[in-house]
């Protein structure tokens, strides 16, 4: 019977550990960890205040979150109105340019709401923590 040097040279409790930390290590967001955390706000400060009083209340942030995807982009101001600032545009997709506006959330200072235009087309947005 031919044994092979591997599985006599390390228990299999090692290597099912070293598995299990692997797999751990794989789904961990390394965005998280210190060293990382630079990239997470590359590209967020504001190019231009527009409108400095403004912040989105949670009556305006839940009338957003059920404008679907395609309207028109003066259908989402009359919800959320001027942005507090617009960001730094950014290419989601190959040949689509996005714009980005910024909300600060009334109810929480650390969190902002970034609203994404394709020209006159909302496509979405996403939660930002400073």
Request: charged residues 20%; hydrophobic residues 40%; aromatic residues 10%.
């Amino acid at each position: 019977m031919k044994t092979s040097l591997f599985t006599h040279s390390v228990p299999k409790f090692l290597v099912a550990g070293g598995s299990v930390a692997l797999a751990v290590g794989l789904m961990t967001d390394l965005y998280g960890l210190p060293s990382f955390r630079f990239r997470k706000n590359v590209g967020e400060a504001c190019q231009q205040v527009v409108r400095a009083e403004a912040k989105l209340s949670r009556d305006q942030l839940a009338k957003l979150l059920v404008i679907p995807e395609g309207q028109n982009q003066k259908a989402v101001r009359q919800v959320v109105q001027d942005p507090y600032c617009k960001l730094s545009s950014l290419q989601v997709r190959v040949g689509a340019t996005a714009q980005r506006e910024a909300y600060p959330l009334d109810f929480d200072a650390n969190t902002w709401l970034v609203v994404l235009y394709e020209g006159e087309q909302y496509v979405g947005y996403r939660f930002n923590t400073r």
